[in-house]
């Protein structure tokens, strides 16, 4: 098996597809840094004027009207907690602050889970597409047939080829975490603050999260490679799903199922557990229809089964096929 592995390594390097991918995946790297840069670049001379106008004339419409605001919040308040007790508008905090104005300084125990979180997604993207294409071009090419001659054991070469995938795209994952871990170390040295109160081990352990999705992204893609034999067709479902049912479906009639969606529960499985808000609305008793955001959860271990059953079928029923479907 060992030996199968090596094998299936070189060919997924030697192939340009894996070429492609990784000028690809670099090139989202620096984007994805760009961005980083500019979120956390301090507010230059004119922009900084500005903010400090709008605040000043914001003091000067809370020494006026201020009180008058604070009443009618805490009206508001009073009728609303008649069927909610809970309800808190923060009506003590409305006075202006700098900091609602201002751009507060780039912080590295901010910065750098915001970072790794968004370069995960890329990762796990760029994972799946090598791995499915990687499967996908040995049916369509009839190189698998061939392969098949000289090793006849099915089950070997298919979980030989899996692991190929996933082991293949560990190191340029290791180089693109490097890359983001560095870049957003410089960013918060530059204008901000690198002090991490918590210190190195969560983002590590993080990062070690985003490294397994890799892995798990790539074999995914190559089970899914192997039931559809077609690179093509592989992508197009990924990107069906992706446009479709988290972009459109999910802002429209699938936000009760969101814990149930590929994307928040590999959110919950590399930032440890996130959170989603669902409207819901009711009528008070003055008969008014109001909605509002009710904060959900997606625990940690509900994204971590989420993900091992979603990859674990995938890779089951694309076993079984393999070992009973004509190669040709």
């Keep these: 098996m060992i030996r199968l592995v090596r094998v299936e390594l070189q060919r997924l390097f030697s192939r ?14 620096a984007v994805v840094i760009f961005g980083t840069a500019h979120d956390a670049k301090p507010l230059s001379g004119q922009e900084l004027t500005m903010a400090q106008q709008s605040f000043e004339q914001a003091q000067k419409d809370w020494k006026l009207h201020g009180a ?31 900091a609602n104005w201002g751009k507060p300084a780039v912080e590295l125990q901010r910065a ?3 970072t790794l979180q968004i370069g995960s997604y890329a990762l796990a993207f760029v994972a799946f597409l090598l791995g499915a294409g990687f499967l996908a071009a040995e049916f369509s090419t009839g190189s698998m ?66 490294l397994a999705l890799t892995a798990v992204a790539a074999v995914a893609g190559a089970a899914l490679g192997s039931l559809v034999r077609h690179t093509a067709a592989a992508i197009g479902l990924a990107m069906a799903y992706l446009v ?28 440890k557990g996130t959170t989603f808000f669902l409207d819901e609305c009711r009528v008070d008793q003055a008969g008014n229809y109001m909605c509002a955001g009710v904060e959900r959860n997606v ?9 091992a059953v979603a990859c674990g079928l995938i890779v089951l029923l694309g076993a079984i096929l393999f070992r009973r479907r004509d190669v040709a």
């Design 16 to 29: 340009r597809l894996t070429l492609f991918t990784s000028l690809g995946l670099l090139v989202i790297t």
């Design 68 to 98: 008058e605001m604070v009443k009618e919040c805490r009206k508001a308040e009073a009728t609303e907690r008649e069927t909610d007790p809970t309800v808190n508008f923060g009506c003590d905090m409305q006075a202006p602050t700098w």
């Design 112 to 114: 750098l889970p915001d």
């Design 145 to 210: 047939g061939n392969w098949l001659t000289f090793e006849p054991r099915r089950l070997r070469v298919y979980g030989s080829k899996l692991l190929a995938a996933g082991l293949g795209v560990l190191a340029p994952a290791v180089v693109v975490l490097a890359l983001l871990v560095g870049s957003v170390w410089i960013i918060c040295d530059a204008w901000g603050s690198t002090a991490m109160p918590k210190g190195w081990g969560p983002p590590l352990l993080m990062a070690l999260r985003v």
């Design 244 to 271: 479709l049912v988290e972009g459109m479906f999910v802002n429209s009639f699938l936000q009760p199922q969101q814990p149930w969606l590929l994307l928040k529960n590999v959110e919950a499985w590399v930032a």
């Design 299 to 307: 625990s940690f271990g509900h994204g971590t089964a989420y993900l």
